[in-house]
């Protein structure tokens, strides 16, 4: 069973993405009305990981290393 690792982006970053925040940002995640998917990279693109936050109409798409670091936007 693969192990599913934690982690973290700054929420500073994911905030002004969605044009929001981050005090606005942190209590909408809280109340679960920002989605997130989460998907691991594989072959050329282990290591990184994609997480796509959703909010209304708004979509934020970031590519991370496992630190968190932002290594793109799509």
Do not use: K, W
């Not at 109340?31 to 936050?53: K, M």
């Not at 991370?64 to 936007?73: K, L, N």
Request: hydrophobic share 40%.
């Amino acid at each position: 069973m693969a192990v599913n690792p934690e982690v973290e982006i700054d929420a500073a970053l994911v905030a002004d993405g969605l044009g929001l925040a981050v005090d606005e940002f942190r209590r909408l995640m809280e109340q679960r009305r920002i989605s997130v998917l989460c998907e691991r990279g594989t072959g050329e693109d282990a290591g990184l990981y994609r997480a796509t936050f959703y909010h209304g109409q708004r979509r934020l798409r970031m590519v991370v290393d496992a630190s968190g670091t932002p290594v793109g936007h799509l």
